[in-house]
């Protein structure tokens, strides 16, 4: 069946640190591939979406490429700051229904 | 209303007891699902509702649970003889519509700020 996949954390980077965060998916067919974030205390938020490959999903500084030939969507960002911290979660939806599959998510922590 | 409502926000139950979980959708989303998120773990599937389509029950764990939804509007989960390992986030979710090939450029779940369910 579906799957996603993400690194494990939780991930702890300094401040304007450069972040990775990996994602590999299975799916069938022409998934789309989303980041969702969870900042503490809040509701799960959509951070960036792709919807075919090649597809770069873009949103608040953060990145993420479809790729199809290595079934990855990692998400990055050049310079993390303190408010980024947060859980976040890749997920993958295919086309024929709205159900989405989610990875188990990564703890970023960011500090000063 | 202006986004996913849930309640209640919190809930703790003693084990054997029956629980309800309300979930009012966006107005005009014709996509409900429901999702849980233990402790730590990343969210699982449980349930979801598509217009007056049959609902898509695949990810609920057992027949202890169960879920409703009144036409586009309003949904329960109901949790019957809880036990410990219910113990979770249960969060419920919205969309404009799960089945459409081509989607609006803002598509995407709004997601409510969910039940915390103990089971004690």
């Known amino acids: 069946g579906d799957s996603v996949t993400q690194m494990e954390g939780p991930v702890t980077l300094s401040e304007e640190a450069f972040l990775t965060i990996n994602c590999t998916y299975t799916a069938t067919g022409y998934p789309s591939l989303f980041w969702y974030v969870q900042y503490p205390g809040e509701g799960l938020q959509l951070l960036l979406k792709a919807t075919k490959a090649d597809d770069k999903g873009s949103n608040k500084g953060f990145e993420a490429t479809y790729r199809k030939e290595t079934t990855s969507f990692h998400l990055e960002k050049g310079s993390v700051q303190v408010s980024d911290s947060a859980v976040y979660f890749c997920a993958l939806r295919r086309g024929n229904t709205g159900k989405l599959i989610f990875g188990q998510g990564t703890t970023l922590q960011v500090k000063p | 209303g202006a986004g996913v409502s849930q309640s209640p926000s919190n809930k703790v139950t003693e084990k054997g007891k029956d629980v309800e979980l309300r979930c009012d959708p966006i107005?005009?989303?014709?996509?409900l699902y429901w999702y849980r998120q233990r402790l730590g773990q990343g969210l699982e599937f449980l349930i979801y509702f598509q217009g007056n389509s049959a609902p898509d029950k695949s990810g609920l764990p057992s027949d202890r649970f169960s879920a409703e939804r009144t036409g586009e509007s309003v949904s329960t989960l109901t949790i019957q003889r809880t036990q410990q390992e219910d113990s979770a986030v249960y969060l419920c979710?919205?969309?404009?519509?799960?089945?459409?090939?081509?989607?609006?450029?803002?598509?995407?779940?709004?997601f409510g700020s969910g039940t915390r369910l103990t089971v004690v």
């Open positions: 979710a919205s969309s404009l519509s799960g089945l459409q090939p081509n989607l609006p450029s803002n598509y995407g779940y709004t």
């Open positions: 107005s005009g989303h014709t996509a």
